[in-house]
């Protein structure tokens, strides 16, 4: 908002106009105080200085709605070159379904650190868990009966956080004290520990040891013993395996477009040491790959295309049309696992793995899992300091017995 001395027409020749102008919903707008003659710019000045100092504007200072801000954000978002499209879909539905629908005020300068405490928060705990789904290339999300949990609300709350900060960026008035809200200490106290499905170490060993395809056997021993994530592991190149010295590079993920996301952030690029028994496994499908790699020498490729086979590992473990899928859900149900949550279990699984065996410090967990202890959120073991030769024994027992 600001006030200002123009020269326009009016009845009987130009004159002196002094004018608040504000912003509303994205338009300029402009209220005329009083009208001076020309000969009266002293007089027209007073009065634009006495609206600026003492603050007498009667005008609605920057009615911006919610519904407003949020779009104008979410181009700021969905604009960045940098985020990958699951990170913006992400972000998204933080703030259109945990925070929108309990948003009480119309306005953003109406809205106060109170209602967000009393409605606002409420809501974002009692709001349901959501699963992504994909039909005819589309994605959508489904609401599941389950509240969503500690660490959701903390992540929804951070992200409308960002918005607030946002709008402050932009001189949208709201109440910034949002953006230093701090839960209360005790405030997760009633929450228990959710435990995540995760199949047990004979369940993994068996399912794969009866998985005949050797680009599949690769695939699924390499994501329960790096633990990295499905995007990074559809990533892997040629040039991404060090056979000299034991490990792969992980420096980029695959978004959901199938365009390669090279990591800007120092602690996602990481080394990753593996088994001899991978390498191996490495080595023989290499060798064996008869497909045309024509997809920046990605490993795992589709046998028509050369593309990453984005259906078939997306949730690998999902009834589908794949023949993989349908393998490895026979192989479960034989075994009588109740196979969930598609890729996911093979990353607990291996950092669960990685803390039975007591081989890693707690940073060399961070580095090797791009994570830390609290989203972990188990206890890792301190000040191993393993040799190198140590270091590598142990990393060779990870999948023992595959």
Known sequence: MKVQVVT?????????????????????????????????????????????IAQKVDVIDQKITFDFAFKEYFKVLNNDPDTSSKYK?????????????????????????????ETTLIGIKN??????????????????????????IKAVVLEFKKFVNWCNSHKYKIDYSIANFKFPKNYFSSYTKQIAWMPTTPQLLAIVNKEPDIKLKTF????????????????????????????????????????FRPYKVKTSRRFIEISDELLELFSIWMKTQIFPVTHRNVIFTNPTNGKVEKRTFKRVFNISGSRANKKIKQCAKLLGIDWQNGMSPFRKWSISRMQELKILTEKQMDDRFANSKEIRDSNYIRDLNLNEKQRKTAINQITKGW
């Open 220 to 259: 699924f021993k390499c994501a329960a013993e790096t633990g990295v994530r499905l995007n990074e592991l559809l990533g892997i190149c040629y040039e991404s395996v060090d056979f000299d010295n034991g490990g792969i590079y992980i420096d980029h993920s695959i978004d959901n477009e199938n365009k």
């Open 127 to 152: 709001s349901k868990r959501l699963d992504w789904r994909t039909k005819d290339g589309k994605g959508y999300y489904v609401k599941r009966a389950e509240a969503i949990g500690k660490v959701t």
């Open 8 to 52: 326009e027409p009016r009845a009987g020749g130009k004159k002196l106009c002094v004018q608040v102008v504000w912003q509303e919903n994205g338009k300029i707008k402009k209220q005329t105080k009083e009208v001076f003659g020309l000969n009266e710019k002293r007089k027209a000045e007073a009065l634009r200085s006495k609206l600026e």
């Open 89 to 117: 879909d992400m972000q998204v539905s933080y703030i259109t379904n945990h925070v929108a629908p309990y948003i009480n005020k119309e306005y953003l300068s109406d809205y106060l650190l109170s209602d967000f405490i």
